[in-house]
DNA sequence: AAGGTGACCAACCGCGCAACC
DNA sequence: TGGTTGCGCGGTTGGTCACCT
């Protein structure tokens, strides 16, 4: 083999050489544990042989470090790790190795698995891309506002660390929710085309929808007091709040709601270098919602989340909201919107008015 | 009871990179 | 400086088990 290796350069760890694969026996666990304990793994290539093992060396740095090592923590993973992995792959994204550096005992492989037989699945259902970690952009993401829900109130917030990434997880959702709204009214109210969007305008009912009109859909539609504290309420179905929006009066004598204000926490010159988003509170022109910010390195944003300024401050930046401004910067084209708009021209919910 | 299906997870594979010669 | 080696990483595979029909 080393001649081989000598002539050839590198060869295969577990070339078709009469090495064993497949499951470890409890006697080659055994053997492997014995040999590591009295003498270290050292090389790995030369392990096996020393050990006794018909393994190479690569096999038995795997069955070590992923399951016989000592500091193995078995068993489920708990809440606080789960919201601790979905943070770090927010962030590290694939970066297993890393993501397990942070939580002692579990290996790189076992979160690697982990994510995807379940966290994959737990963010899908909230309507959040694993991939990105943002809030899904298709219209169905309004029909999962149950989903949604469970996004937001996801968790036992134990650590403070989790329980500030969620609140700004459940801001992220909440304002998601309002920048789709916002860019629909933006792509409807649009005058850019000489020809409106027909099927946009069957859709959302016969005449242009103003802010006000929006931002009363969302007071009767929503508690955004609610982002104070982390909670989110939003408790009609997805088809009733689009009914609802769709039979808006427009109210003659409307005045900026506290929802506007509450909404309108803007830095004026981001001064601190943090993020604001500003809720439009005037008739179009419609400025927007997400202003740019700095850009963060990951290191900075993770120390964003485990800032403890953060925790007390729920509407404070994160990269949450970096986030979000990114996707909405980046596909606010009105060609977006309408692409959307056309989407759900032919979706399945039931447009009453 | 038997076959099908999907979830789960240990293990394998191939690649990249740093250290070494 | 270029080739070799060893290791670690992320992606993928395949075996096992539980559940369903």
């Known amino acids: 083999m080393y001649f081989y290796a000598e002539m050839m350069g590198r060869i295969p760890c577990c070339d078709d050489n009469g090495l064993k694969k497949g499951p470890w026996t ?13 003498h270290g793994h050292g090389s790995w290539r030369a392990l096996p042989k020393a050990a006794g093992l018909n393994r190479c060396g690569k096999s038995c740095r795997l069955r070590w470090t992923n399951y016989l090592r000592p500091d193995i923590k078995r068993g489920k993973f708990s809440e606080e790790e789960e919201q601790i992995i979905i943070n770090l792959h927010s962030v590290l994204g694939n970066k297993w190795s890393a993501i397990a550096s942070n939580l002692p005992g579990r290996t790189d492989n076992e979160i690697k698995n982990f994510w995807n037989t379940h966290l994959k699945k737990k963010l899908l259902q909230m309507g959040i891309d694993p991939v990105t970690h943002r809030p899904r952009t ?20 134990m650590n403070p660390w989790v329980d500030s990434a969620l609140r700004l ?15 629909l009214l933006q792509v409807l109210n649009t005058s ?30 929503s508690q955004f007091e609610g982002l104070a504290n982390g909670q989110v309420n939003f408790p009609l179905e997805g088809n009733q709040i689009l009914s609802n929006l769709l ?10 709601t506290a929802i506007s204000k509450e909404f309108t926490r803007h830095n004026d010159n981001n001064q601190l ?7 439009p509170t005037a008739n179009p022109p419609i400025p927007p919602l997400v202003s740019a910010s700095p850009e963060c390195s990951a290191v900075n944003q993770m120390e964003n989340k485990i800032n403890p300024n953060d925790m007390s401050n729920p509407s404070s930046t994160s990269t949450t909201f970096e986030a979000w401004g990114e996707l909405m910067d980046d596909e606010g084209s009105d060609s977006y919107w309408k692409d959307i708009i056309n989407q759900a021209s032919s979706s399945p919910w039931p447009v009453t008015s």
């Open 169 to 183: 997880q459940s801001d992220a959702t909440q304002l998601a929710k309002v920048q789709l709204l916002h860019n």
């Open 26 to 38: 409890p006697e080659e666990d055994q053997k492997l544990i014995e040999h590591i304990q009295k």
């Open 138 to 157: 298709d219209l169905n993401l309004l029909a999962n506002l149950p989903q949604l829900l469970a996004a937001a109130n996801y968790g036992n917030l």
């Open 247 to 256: 039979n808006l009066e427009v109210p003659s004598d409307y005045q900026h």
């Open 192 to 221: 850019t085309s000489p020809t409106p969007n027909m099927e946009a305008m069957n859709l959302f009912g016969t005449a242009p929808l103003r802010e006000h009109q929006l931002y009363e859909f969302l007071r009767l539609n």
């Open 273 to 279: 270098g943090t993020n604001s988003y500003v809720i």
